[in-house]
């Protein structure tokens, strides 16, 4: 059933290789493979290509890397003379215009990495971590001119651990999202599948991350800080500042004020920590955070050197009780 349709796929980050890959291994006609032009990459500055290009050219499928799309005429009649009967996006990062969304008779679908109508916007895995959700997943749905506001056709929950990172849950959804997306075309094709409008009410936002959401602001609860950590991985990570220098923290532990730690904190002094102050516990680091918590960084990240632990940190740095991050 699956060889009669004829497919364009657009795509650009690792997120969407798999789905890909998936689409042409099922014997899915995949005609073309749109993505991002290369860009500039490393410290040498040369150019690299995206993920989903490099695995287009492993899989031997046509590819174009239009810079602009909306008026592009050339690219329009590239499209039109595939007559493709879906449109396949997975994180291409353009907006899809008009003429695009009304060119297959099944509709642009796309693979979102959230519960729509959840964490719409560019990033629902790394802020579904960083709000404490002990669950996320994936969503096939049709698109329409709005930002995820399409029909919903599919989707498919996936539990968040409690130390899972962005890099970590990635590649799990991922890997349901591409079985997903098979699921979708299948059904779609048969007619099997009644598409759902989102309730507009319950949508929340993800927004592209700012290199200022990595800050930490130690009036947050340790736990909202260590969330953030996670979800935040690789980019814009948490970082604060130490003596007038960035300072990473890419692992921690979280400990509640009744916890054996902060009793043991407050035998040795009248309270806890202020928000961002530092008191040292053996070789390790404590930092008062807000709601009388406590975070333990494990792995930290002084400005211009290598991740560390903790403990190395502590020897080579000597911070001491009373000095204040941030």
């Not at 860009?39 to 500055?45: N, Q, S, V």
Request: glycine share 10%; charged share 20%.
């Amino acid at each position: 059933m699956s060889s009669s349709l004829q497919l364009v796929f657009c795509g650009t980050p690792a997120f969407a290789v798999l789905t890909l890959e998936r689409l042409a291994q099922a014997g899915f006609s995949v005609q073309l493979v749109v993505t991002q032009p290369d860009r500039p990459k490393g410290r040498g500055m040369e150019l690299a290509a995206s993920p989903v290009k490099e695995s287009a050219l492993k899989l031997g499928l046509p590819i174009v890397q239009p810079g602009k799309i909306k008026n592009n005429e050339e690219f329009h009649g590239q499209l039109t003379s595939c007559n493709p009967d879906a449109i396949i996006v997975v994180g291409y990062g353009r907006i899809v215009p008009q003429w695009m969304l009304d060119l297959p008779r099944l509709g642009n679908i796309n693979l979102h990495a959230s519960l729509l109508p959840k964490y719409r916007g560019a990033a629902p895995i790394q802020w579904a971590i960083a709000n404490g959700e002990n669950a996320s997943g994936v969503t096939t749905m049709r698109i329409d001119a709005g930002l995820d506001t399409g029909d919903i056709l599919l989707q498919q929950e996936e539990p968040i651990a409690l130390h899972d990172t962005s890099e970590t849950l990635a590649p799990r959804l991922a890997a349901i999202g591409a079985e997903l997306m098979l699921e979708t075309l299948k059904r779609l094709q048969a007619g099997t599948i009644q598409p759902r409008k989102q309730d507009d009410s319950r949508a929340t936002l993800a927004p592209i991350l700012t290199k200022e959401d990595g800050r930490i602001d130690f009036r947050r609860s340790a736990s909202q800080i260590f969330n953030r950590m996670r979800g935040f991985q690789p980019w814009p990570g948490a970082f604060t500042m130490f003596r007038g220098r960035n300072l990473h923290i890419w692992n921690a532990d979280v400990r509640p004020q009744s916890s054996p730690s902060a009793q043991g904190l407050q035998e040795h002094g009248p309270q806890l920590p202020r928000p961002g102050e530092i008191r040292l516990e053996n070789s390790n680091l404590v930092i008062g955070c807000g709601e009388q918590s406590l975070l333990f960084p494990l792995e930290v990240q002084p400005e211009g050197k290598k991740r560390m632990p903790v403990r190395d940190f502590v020897h080579g740095y000597r911070p001491e009780s009373g000095e204040m991050l941030g």
